[in-house]
């Protein structure tokens, strides 16, 4: 019983951080001036913010609370500020 539950913890957990670093490396290179064109906080503030939802996802669980403000910190970088600064750079609304 406990092995699938730590596994599936394992799987929540790596899944929870291949988002977050895919949020940071997608924060790191998009232009800075593609953040301002297309009405969102700078690429610095984003930037950091996506750096430190990384981090607290490398040394927090999950469902913690500070893992879960992580979490919906990349989410929000990814449904909202990805797809708005791509179509700004003219990269269409493609994922």
Known sequence: M???SNALIWLVDTAVLVLQVWAAVDCVIR???AFIAA??????A???????ALVL??????????????TVASIVYLVDVRPAVKEVQGGGSRW
């Open 2 to 4: 406990f092995g699938a």
């Open 31 to 33: 232009p800075a001036e």
């Open 39 to 44: 009405g969102k906080l700078t690429k610095p």
């Open 46 to 52: 984003w930037l950091a913010i996506t750096v430190v």
């Open 57 to 70: 996802g490398l040394v927090t669980l999950p469902f913690s609370i500070f893992g879960i403000v992580a």
